[in-house]
């Protein structure tokens, strides 16, 4: 018998990363789209242009001068009711900063594939995780994919997610390793995304019959308005959108279940796991690295390491009490960044760290900062470095104050 949900042979395609982005904003069937091409995300946004352009996709199109700017139009489209879409890269996403702090604080729930690449200087136009973990305290969600697949996949969902608590989510692939490599991948039909994804009923709009003002000048504390109504102050309005944050993982993990139950493939968890049951020593990786890490797996398996793999999907809002549960049989847990927090650690470490401080998890953690700017990273370099961790296990060995580079210095 052939399961229901089983991709059909006709609709298999030969997707890069950045057409599967596309096609997962097309198939959500959003309204305006603003960019500004930066290297790599341009073919994103060039495909949707493209499917506006020959009728497929009913949407306003609007060519910016700057990704400023592009935000700006997709806040300003999403307030007046309009579901939008965005993508960017790098410096894209850097100039963005201010408005992604304007979108998350009006609570808009726009979608933004984030094509992740190096920060200069130098100019460096390769991929690491450095700028969307720089936007990390913006108040998006972030959802990190591993391949091609879970890019489509993630953009759908993320429109159920943002539109269900009102947060933007920002879904972050890998330049070039993702975004310029082609793989299959199941395209829905638009009648089946339609039965997972409503249409947009928005939370704000605008009307000339029923003028508004949104977001005017607040101060510290709750304020009456010109009606008598008593109005949050801006602390209230900060404790809402962290609230937000915190519990949007039942509605992520909701999403990802009924994602799975209609098409197949299954996104329940805020992370992956790979061989945890009986793991004493855990590699954690976010994206594609987390992928290559199961070969490096695979090698210290063979040489009789117990050796598992957790693939981080969500990094906001991070998955604090399940990493603890995952990693409780851990003694030994080697992280691998595609960033630096300069003058500390890797970004996912030190979240790492801060999820299993104070439980009764007592694993020793190690940090490699790894790949940045392009820089290949092998499984075999993978392996090596968890070999190194080994001694850390030790009676008496403090974890490394800072953490270890792979390269050449």
Not at 308 to 328: E, H, M, T
Request: aromatic content about 8%; charged content about 20%.
């Amino acid at each position: 018998m052939i399961d229901k949900n089983t991709p059909r042979k006709a609709d298999i395609r030969i997707l890069d990363g950045n057409h599967a982005a596309a096609q997962g904003a097309k198939l959500s069937r959003i309204q305006v789209v603003a960019a500004y091409p930066i290297t790599p995300q341009t073919p994103v946004t060039e495909a949707l242009s493209e499917f506006v352009e020959g009728g497929e996709l009913k949407a306003q199109y609007i060519a910016v001068e700057g990704e400023h700017s592009a935000l700006a139009v997709c806040t300003s489209a999403s307030m007046v009711g309009a579901r939008t879409f965005t993508a960017t890269s790098s410096h894209g996403l850097a100039y963005m900063h201010e408005m992604l702090h304007w979108t998350a604080g009006a609570r808009l729930p726009v979608v933004l594939a984030c094509v992740n690449r190096a920060i200069g200087a130098p100019w460096n136009i390769l991929n690491d995780q450095q700028d969307s973990i720089s936007q990390r305290d913006t108040g998006w969600i972030q959802i990190y994919a591993r391949n091609n697949q879970e890019i489509l996949d993630s953009v759908i969902q993320a429109y159920r997610i943002a539109e269900t608590v009102y947060v933007p989510v920002m879904v972050c692939y890998d330049g070039y390793v993702l975004s310029h490599t082609e793989m299959p991948v199941a395209v829905p039909s638009q009648e089946e995304v339609d039965r997972f994804l409503p249409p947009y009923k928005p939370h704000t709009i605008l009307d000339p019959a029923n003028p508004k003002n949104y977001n005017l000048v607040t101060l510290a504390n709750p304020r009456v308005n010109t009606e008598g109504v008593l109005c949050h102050g801006y602390m209230e309005l900060r404790y809402l959108l962290q609230e937000a944050l915190q519990n949007s993982r039942e509605t992520i993990a909701k999403v990802g279940r009924e994602f799975g139950e209609q098409f197949g493939r299954h996104y329940s968890g805020m992370f992956w796991e790979d061989r945890l049951d009986d793991a004493d020593i855990v590699i954690v990786a976010m994206g594609s690295l987390a992928t290559e890490a199961i070969v490096a797996a695979d090698m210290l398996r063979k040489e009789g390491h117990k050796v598992g793999v957790l693939g981080l999907r969500v990094f906001r809002p991070f998955p604090k009490s399940d990493l603890v549960k995952a990693l409780k049989k851990s003694r030994l847990i080697v992280v691998f960044d595609k960033n630096i927090s300069y003058g500390s650690e890797g970004a996912t470490c030190s979240e790492i760290k801060s999820a299993l401080y104070g439980t009764d998890v007592n694993a020793v953690i190690r940090d490699f900062v790894v790949g940045l700017g392009g820089r290949d990273v092998k499984a075999r370099e993978l392996a090596d470095a968890a070999k190194r961790s080994l001694p850390s296990l030790k009676e008496g060995v403090l974890n490394t104050e800072y953490p270890e580079w792979i390269c050449d210095i």
